[in-house]
């Protein structure tokens, strides 16, 4: 199966390189980007297209990786081509709906940047003459979870944001380490194998985080006394308010795209 993908920036060549890693072989994957330098990196690895065109003529699942604002010029400009072809978009904020004003087999599918090493999370919706397909080339890559499109912008939020969300917690808590003493890199050292060890715990038992947390806080003990000052600044509410901004913004991008609303118009 060929899949072709248009757009190799930061999410289009974290999917690459996750195929490339789970075994794709260079000759089933033909990749485009009006960006050369974005396709230098696969020169070796990969087929290269010349054109949006090819790209899409050539490919039975055709990925298109390129910004939400970008989509509308890439669809004039290959859309035509689409029609017997399954497409993956994976753009934050671009609904079905919208997609489907082009014919083709259409999916849409939220992927993050964890796939460039096998171990992304892809949610995935649209027609079903599509998803078993697309499911199984996510499937190298991740976990995929096929899902209802009304849940699309809350995962985007939580799950493509999300790398985001984790890496700046552990550099704060790496920080904190900094602050007591420790030099940064040890320090991040530290905090990535609490990171890895602490989601291993939490998905190979059926241990509640929270009961996770109960097991590690002795009475009058160190833990506690941190968790006191972190409760006391509202880490978690933090946390969750964070979570929700991002999917106000992934919906304010919905009605941007469908015209709507201007981004200039949005206060905040
Ligand atoms: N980044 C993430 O973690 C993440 C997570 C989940 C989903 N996504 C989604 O992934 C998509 C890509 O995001 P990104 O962060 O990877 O963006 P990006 O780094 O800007 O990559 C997009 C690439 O597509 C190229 N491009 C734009 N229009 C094109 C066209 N008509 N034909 C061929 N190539 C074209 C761009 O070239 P130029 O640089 O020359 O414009 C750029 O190299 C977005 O829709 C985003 O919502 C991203």
Redesign the pocket.
């Known amino acids: 199966m060929m899949i072709s993908l ?7 060549s974290a999917l690459v390189r996750g195929w490339l890693r789970a075994g794709v072989r260079r000759d089933q994957l033909l990749l ?4 050369p330098l ?1 396709l230098e990196p696969f020169k070796n690895r990969a087929l290269l297209a010349v054109s ?1 065109k090819e790209a899409v003529d050539k490919g039975e699942i055709v990925v298109l ?4 604002k ?2 509308i ?2 669809l004039k ?1 290959v859309g035509g081509l689409l029609k017997s072809k399954i497409t993956v978009s ?4 671009v609904p079905l709906e919208e997609l489907r004003k082009t014919p083709s087999i259409w999916v849409r599918a ?4 964890a796939c460039e090493i096998g171990e992304g999370f892809i949610a995935i919706c649209g027609d079903e003459e599509g998803l078993d397909k697309v499911e199984s080339i996510f499937q190298l890559i991740g976990k995929v979870a096929r899902v209802e499109e009304g849940l699309m912008d809350a995962i ?1 939020a939580l799950s ?1 944001s999300g ?1 985001a969300f984790a890496s700046i917690l552990m550099d704060a808590l790496a920080d904190g380490g900094v602050r007591i003493g420790l030099p940064k890199e040890l320090a991040l050292q530290i905090v990535t194998q609490l990171f890895l060890s602490t989601a291993h715990l939490i998905q190979s038992s059926s241990l509640h985080p929270l009961q996770l947390k109960e097991a590690v806080c002795s009475p009058g003990g160190t833990t506690i006394a941190g968790l006191q000052v972190m409760e006391r600044g509202g880490i978690k509410g933090i946390l969750m308010e964070g979570v929700e901004k991002a999917y106000i913004r992934a919906r304010e991008l919905n009605q941007i795209f469908k015209g709507s609303v201007k981004d200039e118009d949005i206060a905040g």
């Open positions: 248009i757009g190799t920036g930061k999410m289009g485009w980007d009006k960006n974005a949006g990786a390129v910004k939400p970008e989509i010029a890439l400009e994976i753009a934050a904020g939220m992927p993050n940047i985007t493509g790398p």
